[in-house]
């Protein structure tokens, strides 16, 4: 059963059944749970180097809610990626450098609560736009349950609905 949602087609059931693949979850809780749930974002002083920054560095750590926030705040057609998020939260932060560790875990996190929000019935519109920011050919987009094919789908939706929108 297809349905129609702002010019792209999704296969509901398809997304449903993505939601319920998405049980590499193997915590009980929901993707949403897990998005609602994170830490605190915060900047931490390193005691010793970690993934190439040095000891007595700033570290900003964000939480799933502000990955997600950055998400919805990128706008349609457009296209950022995890580095790019990244180095703005830790020039926003004032830290050097923002944990790249918690960043895609929490990017995942993000797009997973959208994926499990789209089977529960909400159009993209209504979630977060992951598309725009995670790359359909990195492991995290062929980790995502709805695999990179959906990823693609979406941006290129969105790339046509911009050309048009243009004069």
Known sequence: MARRARGVTVVAKTLKMTAKKASNNTSNKTWNEKLAGGHRPHVSVLTKGFVGVPAGATLFVPSPMLVRDYMRAIPRGEQRTIAE?????????????????????FARIAAEAALEDMGEGKSEADVAPFWRLIDADSALG??????PGFIRKMQEAEARKTRRAKP
Do not use: I, V, Y
């Open 142 to 147: 062929k980790k995502l349950s709805c695999g």
């Open 85 to 105: 998020m990244r180095q703005e939260m830790a020039a926003r932060h004032k830290a050097r450098a923002t944990c790249p560790l918690t960043a895609s875990l």
